[in-house]
């Protein structure tokens, strides 16, 4: 499900590093890509956030349900950046109706 949507005036592409660098000051478990796509997964425990580009040209905050992770994830990237937080979760392409 996607939760919110960030927003930012550069290419994701430029700002990528910029991203997982605050992401890595604030959580621990922390895979990154950036491969025509940037993603970020952020893990602890059970739960896992996706924060990536794969269905828009900016990142989304993405996970499979809600949790503390989920808000968490959120709550520190809008201590930073603008976000567009989705009153209700919407599903990617590969998710059932």
């Known amino acids: 499900m996607i939760f919110a949507e960030m927003k930012y005036s550069e290419d994701y592409w430029d700002f990528h590093d910029e991203l997982v660098a605050y992401l ?9 890509g950036h491969q025509c796509d940037s993603w970020i997964w952020i893990t602890d425990g059970n739960e896992k956030v996706a924060v990536d580009t794969f269905t828009s040209m900016k990142h989304q905050i993405k996970s499979a349900h809600d949790g503390a992770l989920v808000q968490n994830v959120m709550a520190t990237l809008s201590a930073k950046y603008p976000l567009i937080v989705y009153a209700t ?9």
Not at 25 to 30: D, R
Not at 89 to 97: I, N, R, S, V
């Open 24 to 32: 890595k000051e604030n959580f621990h478990e922390i895979q990154q």
């Open 89 to 97: 979760p919407g599903l990617e392409a590969h998710e059932e109706q």
